[in-house]
């Protein structure tokens, strides 16, 4: 997909993954809608990208809410081409705790925002999708770019909860390209390490060192930029689909 003149829905646009995705939207000539539920941070991230830029409030694990930042989005730019889902949260609690047993509304909490939100933005995004004219030979209609996570497969002590909801989403992949297929619909999921995002620039040194230590090359955290150059490589190449892609300088998660 030529990214020129493409709609691109972005949730959690606002701010790390999501934010540099959006910005390298609008560089390539392209058009975004921020969803995030920080209304003044969308507000004034739309202002900063300019006049191909609008945002929306939108609190994932709400359906009326998507549904209505979808038709937003669709009125006011007259079509969806792409959606990229980055809004999710991350939260450590053992399955057994002190105070005994996961709370399951904490669990719950984490599934909705993470795998459940992803599919419901994703899924009202495609339907407004298959009523795009075909583009080029291929007759595509629409890119889809999940996040999830190496939590999916490599998931630390306390995080069961995240770790289910980012596989999840790495699941869902292929059965969804399967069913979007006759629409002209591709989707592809990332599934980044640690990355420098504003959680992790508050981290103190005793956090972040051990995570560092774990990836291979380059002995660093990622940047969101890397991020937003994968996305844009999901979206140009017409040949990636049904994929979950690890962006993580080679880490393996340790238990802890």
Known sequence: MNIENKVVVITGGASGLGLATAQMVIERGGKVAIFDLNEELAAKTAAELGSNARAYTVNVTDDASVQAAVDGAADDF??????????????????????????????????????????????????????NDPIGEDEERGVIINTASVAAFDGQIGQAAYSASKAGVAGMTLPIARDLSRNGIRICTIAPGIFETPMMAGAPDRVRDPLIEMVQ????????????????????????????????????????
């Open 217 to 256: 090359f380059p002995n660093r955290l990622g940047n969101a930029n890397e991020f937003a150059l994968l996305s844009q490589q999901i979206m140009e190449n017409p040949y990636l689909n049904g994929e979950t892609i690890r962006l993580d300088g080679g880490i393996r998660m340790q238990p802890k």
């Open 78 to 131: 007259g079509a969806i081409h792409g959606n990229v889902n980055c809004a999710g949260i991350g939260a450590a609690a053992r399955t057994v705790g002190r105070e005994g047993a996961l709370d399951i509304k904490k669990f719950n909490f984490i599934v909705q925002v993470n795998l459940i939100g992803t599919f419901s933005t994703l899924s009202k995004c495609a339907a407004v999708m298959a009523k």
